[in-house]
């Protein structure tokens, strides 16, 4: 069966700081992947969407950036941390319209 | 418009009570509906796909409406386990691979 992991579960990083979360999928071949945030009280926001290795695509302006260097991997990053990037991020993955989410991460930047 | 939309809610019941949740959508092109179960703090987590003909997965029956553009979730005999979001999920107008959208949820409490 397939599994989704995200880590860190939660993390509490400063404005500008640098971010790295990671997605790791198991059970499964060439999966689209997804990185949504949802803030506090608001809808899911799909952020980055991937339907190979090495190709990502941008739904939001941001300054987050995506990679997938291999087939079941998901990394989210971030070179500066805004107040704005604060929510609850969370990654999935498909092969078709149905989309299983991992865990997530709580990310707060005070 | 929002592209789907659901009324937040919250919506309390007793316990083993019938409560029905509707949301609209806006593109018409849409293919793919689904209801995402959301507890709190937690990930979503698919409930169920919602079919043209209707569906049921015991105590929990989805309907769509193409021509209204509307979608429902019935659940029958709430159980207090049932209290969560409930999200109403349609494939999205871009060309993100599968990619969906979100409702924004509607909030259920079911109480002793």
């Known amino acids: 069966s397939q599994t989704i992991h995200q880590w860190p579960a939660t993390l509490v990083q400063p404005v500008g700081s640098p971010l790295s979360l990671e997605c790791t999928v198991e059970g499964t071949s060439n999966p689209n992947l997804y990185w949504y945030r949802q803030a506090a009280g608001r809808g899911l926001q799909l952020l980055f969407y991937?339907?190979?290795?090495?190709?990502i695509s941008s739904e939001v302006p941001q300054n987050l950036s995506a990679s997938r260097p291999q087939d079941r991997q998901f990394i989210l990053s971030s070179k500066k941390l805004l107040l704005s990037d604060s929510g609850f991020y969370l990654c999935a993955w498909s092969t078709t319209y149905e989309q299983y989410f991992g865990p997530g991460t709580r990310l707060t930047v005070t | 418009r929002k592209e789907v939309e659901q009324d937040p809610g919250p919506f309390n019941v007793p316990e083993g009570a019938t409560v029905a949740f509707n949301c609209t959508y806006s593109?018409?092109?849409?293919?793919?509906f689904f209801w995402y179960r959301q507890d709190c703090r937690k990930e979503p987590k698919l409930l169920m796909s919602v079919y043209s003909s209707g569906n049921e997965d015991g105590r929990f029956t989805a309907q769509l409406n193409r021509a209204s553009q509307y979608i429902s979730l019935l659940i029958r005999d709430s159980k207090l386990s049932d209290s969560a979001t409930y999200l109403c999920v349609v494939t999205s107008n871009s060309n993100s691979g599968y990619a969906l959208n979100f409702g924004k949820g509607t909030s259920l409490l079911v109480t002793p």
């Open positions: 593109n018409s092109a849409s293919q793919s």
């Open positions: 991937s339907v190979g290795i090495g190709q």
